[in-house]
């Protein structure tokens, strides 16, 4: 049984580019959440999606955004990269307002240069 | 807003100790609790889950315990061991179908 896949596992952008990291969830699941990680510090919630929408969304600017596919896998992009993006970005996925937790994937490390 | 806090931020014991993490959360209302583990550079391994309706929770060597009232959670490692380095992480789902996470306490088990 496949857990969370992220791809890629690390990436290097200059700043201002764009990006784009790619989650396909736990099989059975429907619901993705992305969070990012900044050295040192606990994840932070960015959005989640289900039935292709996105449902909540934490304090990040909108220049960071998402999609869900039908198959329930997403993506998460981000705009005009700032240094201060620089961080692992952790894809979480689960059953839609289900009990039973979350399951992480192993993250994309993005360093903004 | 739940805020969540985790004690100590590092601690670092010998071999064969056990050991107690803390978890405190402020907004009691919560669905349920998880604790992870992160290894450096890595993604997150989801210890154990517990229930709002729930005590404790035990798999192996661990075992983690809530108490809603007074907004706490901890985590117990017995007989500690080189390889349960890492970091932990707990995280308190409060609804709305996401997670709040303290910034994790670092472990180093020495030999």
């Known amino acids: 049984d496949a857990g969370v896949t992220q791809s890629p596992t690390h990436l290097i952008k200059t700043r201002g580019q764009q990006v784009t990291l790619r989650c396909s969830p736990k099989?059975?699941?429907?619901?993705v959440s992305w969070y990012q990680q900044a050295l040192g510090q606990g994840p932070q919630f960015i959005f989640q999606?289900?039935?292709?929408?996105?449902?909540q969304r934490g304090n990040f600017p909108d220049r960071f955004s998402g999609h869900q596919f039908p198959n329930y896998s997403s993506e998460l992009n981000v705009n005009a990269l700032l240094l201060g993006d620089s961080a692992l970005y952790l894809c979480a996925s689960s059953l839609w307002e289900s009990i039973y937790g979350y399951t992480f994937g192993s993250g994309t490390r993005l360093t903004v240069v | 807003k739940q805020e969540v806090t985790q004690i100590p931020a590092a601690l670092s014991v010998p071999e064969g100790e056990n050991l107690v993490l803390n978890c405190s959360f402020t907004d009691s209302a919560i669905y349920n609790l998880q604790w992870f583990r992160q290894d450096p550079g890595k993604g997150l391994t989801s210890l154990l889950l517990?229930?709002?309706?729930?005590r404790e929770q035990t798999s192996g060597r661990l075992n983690a315990s809530l108490d809603k009232s007074s907004g706490r959670s901890t985590l117990y490692i017995a007989a500690s061991q080189p390889g349960d380095s890492a970091t932990y992480l707990c995280a308190a789902n409060s609804g709305y179908s996401t997670l709040t996470f303290g910034k994790g306490t670092m472990l180093l088990v020495s030999p």
């Open positions: 517990i229930q709002s309706s729930q």
């Open positions: 099989s059975g699941h429907d619901t």
């Open positions: 999606y289900y039935e292709e929408e996105e449902r």
